[in-house]
């Protein structure tokens, strides 16, 4: 395989544990794939690519493995249920989930080499309790491969293991989405453009971000707070609705150029989401309705009258309902918003009316639980976060598609 520069630095690295951080569209996968066919060259060898899920492990890597070892007339059998490939050495290459209750899925293989693809989602039991001691009886080698997701994360503490000197087991690697030569500079700059500061250094520049203190960093009080006035009535609104019964909170915008203009709020306590639909038709009469609510409300039921959801009242009332199938991982949805509030260009997305007075006093107080990276629940500021979350996160998710230059095909000898 004709190696970028990065990535043939780990492959050279002999050491036995190695630990690769990396930021988007570097080309993990493919290096991960080539390391994996790498060690199954040799006769007899048990190898596994683990993967934060099952379902990940099927769509990410095994149509890629299959293909690769087919163009090299490596392959013995196939078994697509337990996607396990065994090849004409009798090495076999097996991808798993590290999503199996209790880890069951995983224990009681000796293995060789292991890949862990996505490291920073992957329970750090999954390591230490399981995949570790499956390594002791052969002394195999393990590579992590993953884009940060901050500091006191598994990835970031296997980073240091590389990082101690005195430990000549473990070698670290970080590489940016640029020096991985698959991104060009253009689409680097876009990605700019549409994220956060934080949110960019951690994604495409590879950086542990400490996600600690306020929430909705993104928000300033003189710069995202205005009293924009518009010269014809709106004749759309957009609400996005967090349906926490006490209170029922609901943020409600309109988009301009781009940018979401945050007209009012409504938090109602004790109510259901029939008074919600009233609130909301009497607020905006004569308007068309779309709605960005909780995607759970698809099965949820806070209606006045048993056995209605609460997507099924709002779509009856002629509201239109646009929500996904299951919810964005919350990280991703406060990333959404923080970019919109503002981009790594200093550009401002969201723009709030000054009677909105909750949703601001929401963004400057909420903040993450301390010592971890989970968004403090109890403190009464997370409603109207969260409300503007779904809509945000719905319009302008930060997950995008980026043109990828065309990557090398590789090949190596398999031992007979």
Same mark, same amino acid.
């Given at each position: 395989?004709?190696?970028? #520069? ?27 794939? &080539? ?19 099952? &379902? ?7 149509? !890629? ?9 490596? #392959? ?46 992957? +329970? !750090? ?22 884009? +940060? ?15 101690? /000197? ?10 940016? /989405? ?28 590879? /950086? %542990? ?19 924009? @006035?518009? /010269?014809? +009535? ?27 203009? #945050? ?20 607020? %905006? ?22 056995? @209605? ?11 239109? #309902? ?6 964005? +991982? ?35 107080? !909420? ?45 190596? &000898?398999?031992?007979?």
């Amino acid at each position: 395989m004709k190696l970028s #520069v990065p990535q043939k630095s780990v492959a050279q690295d002999q050491t036995r544990f190695r630990t690769v951080v990396a930021g988007r569209r570097f080309g993990k996968t493919m290096l991960a794939i &080539r390391e994996i066919c790498y060690h199954a060259r040799i006769p007899e060898q048990v190898c596994w690519g683990i993967l934060p899920s099952y &379902r990940q492990a099927k769509m990410i890597w095994w149509d !890629q493995l299959k293909t690769r070892l087919n163009k090299l007339n490596w #392959v013995k059998k196939i078994n697509e249920a337990e996607l396990s490939i065994v090849l004409k050495n009798n090495s076999k290459i097996c991808l798993k989930g590290a999503d199996g209750a209790g880890f069951e899925n995983l224990r009681g293989a000796k293995l060789n080499f292991l890949v862990l693809d996505e490291a920073a989602n992957i +329970p !750090q039991q999954a390591w230490t309790e399981v995949l570790r001691p499956s390594l002791a009886d052969t002394k195999g080698k393990a590579l992590f491969i993953g884009t +940060p997701k901050g500091v006191g994360n598994f990835l970031y503490d296997l980073y240091q293991e590389g990082l101690d /000197t005195t430990n000549d087991s473990w070698s670290s690697h970080t590489f940016t /989405t640029i020096q991985g030569g698959f991104v060009d500079e253009k689409e680097i700059e876009e990605a700019r453009r549409d994220l956060d500061k934080k949110t960019f250094e951690q994604e495409f520049e590879a /950086t %542990f971000v400490t996600y600690s203190g306020l929430v909705y960093y993104g928000f300033k009080r003189s710069e995202n707070v205005k009293e924009l @006035r518009f /010269t014809t +009535p709106q004749k759309m609104i957009h609400i996005s609705i967090d349906f926490n019964i006490d209170p029922m909170s609901a943020v409600c915008f309109v988009i301009d150029n781009n940018r979401i203009i #945050v007209i009012d709020e409504i938090e109602m306590y004790g109510s259901n989401t029939d008074e919600l639909v009233n609130e909301i038709y009497s607020r %905006f009469p004569g308007t068309k309705i779309f709605a960005y609510p909780d995607p759970s409300a698809k099965a949820r039921k806070t209606s006045a009258i048993a056995g @209605r959801t609460d997507i099924s009242l709002l779509a009856n009332a002629g509201i239109i #309902v646009k929500a996904p199938n299951k919810h964005m +991982p919350v990280r991703d949805r406060i990333n959404s918003v923080n970019s919109k509030l503002c981009n790594g260009k200093g550009e401002r997305g969201i723009l709030i009316h000054p009677k909105c007075k909750k949703l601001i006093s929401c963004l400057e107080r !909420q903040i993450y639980k301390p010592g971890t990276s989970q968004p403090d629940k109890n403190s009464g500021h997370d409603g109207m976060n969260d409300a503007l979350g779904y809509g945000v996160s719905y319009l302008f998710p930060i997950t995008r598609q980026y043109n990828v230059q065309p990557q090398v095909n590789w090949s190596v &000898r398999i031992a007979k």
